[in-house]
């Protein structure tokens, strides 16, 4: 007599302490709003105003997470091991170009999750140290985040506080992100790369990564080019990231229809965003715009950028640097273009010293637990303190050099 199989164990679902904070922060904003410690004209434009944000982000990281599906990632990654023939210094650089690649045009955000698994695989099919890719995924999803509007949400926030097209915003952001940029793989050489490099400064490169889907991999290609396409072109960011998804979509619902899943849909992120600005709106007509006023001082000229950017920085490591930017910017005259910039700057490169400094760091460390990957605590908390100070301070003093 044939058995019956034994019922299958049932598994609770236990929520990520990402997804519990962006929970609170939700109810607590809805709570400023509804309870009148908010302002209704304040609630009203605070929405009005991150509504193109949200579908901009939704609409992006699911065109990331279905990209990675496609292959894009993995091939991008197994091609540069090749190209770099071997050679430990040549990875290093392809694999920076990447990751900066990467944070510019799809946001920090998608580097942190998507490509720092690819990297870590990359590290064991190499069987080289995971430190030193982890730390350049991390680190250039936040110094390389300067130059497009897109490439981070305070970006986003800043563009449109300056009133600068995304052309116009990318021509005077360019000379310091290169700045923070250059510093960046400076630090990542000497304090990770040289320091890890196998025997010799050579390893075996793998066999070329084969899509599963080719058709689907060239739409996805097809879609991230048509998205980067768009912001040059001057389309709204929502509606280049909705364009492209959609393309990407179509692909998706004719190849591989299983994959879609509401999952997919960053809704974390959203309730994050939306929440934070909401209690950071509230704060800030409660006390909070006075503190960060006396932190940024009524200095001009290099002074005051040195002075905005480091409360940027100081400020983001101290919480988070969505709602440090939120802060400063509410403090800081619209007509202010090199203070606002270089509060974006501190907020951008400086927030690596403490995990919680960017939602980026906090999904990177999320991912190399979740890969089986301690990168030394001590030494990355040290290295990324110097980051943060030469890095914002490089790049603030390549914008007074634009300004």
């Not at 130059?147 to 986003?156: C, D, F, K």
């Not at 250059?182 to 084969?210: I, K």
Request: net charge positive; glycine share 8%; with cysteine.
């Amino acid at each position: 007599m044939k058995l019956a199989a034994p019922p299958e164990p049932s598994v609770r679902w236990h929520p990520h302490p990402l997804d519990l904070v962006a929970v609170v922060l939700a109810v607590a904003g809805a709570g400023c709003a509804l309870s009148g410690l908010l302002p209704r004209a304040e609630t009203t434009a605070t929405l009005h105003r991150i509504l193109p944000l949200l579908l901009f982000l939704g609409t992006v990281i699911v065109l990331a997470e279905l990209t990675a599906v496609a292959g894009v990632f993995d091939v991008l990654a197994s091609r540069l091991s090749i190209a770099s023939r071997g050679r430990w210094a040549a990875l290093f650089l392809l694999c920076g170009g990447l990751a900066t690649l990467t944070t510019l045009v799809l946001n920090l955000d998608t580097t942190a999750v998507l490509l720092t698994p690819v990297l870590l695989a990359l590290a064991r099919n190499l069987r080289v140290p995971a430190g030193p890719l982890a730390v350049t995924t991390v680190w250039l999803a936040n110094t390389a985040s300067l130059l497009l509007p897109v490439s981070n949400l305070t970006n986003l926030l800043a563009a449109d506080r300056v009133g600068l097209t995304p052309l116009a915003y990318a021509e005077r952001m360019a000379l310091p992100q290169l700045a923070a940029v250059a510093v960046t793989m400076a630090l990542l050489w000497y304090a990770w790369w040289r320091r890890d490099r196998p025997a010799g400064g050579r390893f075996v490169p793998p066999a070329p990564h084969v899509p599963a889907d080719p058709v689907l991999h060239r739409v996805a290609l097809a879609g991230c080019l048509l998205f980067v396409a768009g912001i040059l072109a001057g389309v709204e960011i929502g509606l280049a990231s909705a364009v492209a998804l959609a393309l990407v979509l179509v692909g998706f619902v004719v190849r591989s229809p299983g994959t879609l899943r509401l999952q997919l849909v960053p809704v974390r992120l959203l309730l994050f965003v939306v929440g934070l600005f909401l209690v950071v709106q509230t704060l800030g007509q409660h006390g909070l715009d006075d503190l960060v006023a006396r932190l940024l001082g009524a200095d001009d000229g290099a002074l005051g950028a040195l002075r905005a950017g480091s409360t940027g920085a100081l400020l983001a490591n101290g919480v988070n640097n969505l709602p440090a930017y939120l802060a400063g910017e509410a403090v800081l005259p619209t007509t202010d273009h090199t203070r606002l910039l270089a509060l974006l700057i501190g907020t951008n490169v400086g927030p690596l010293a403490a995990p919680w400094a960017s939602l980026a760091t906090l999904l990177w460390f999320e991912r190399c637990r979740a890969a089986g990957v301690a990168v030394p605590l001590t030494r990355f908390v040290l290295t990324s303190t110097l980051l943060a100070v030469t890095g914002t301070l490089a790049a603030v003093g390549a914008l007074l050099l634009v300004s």
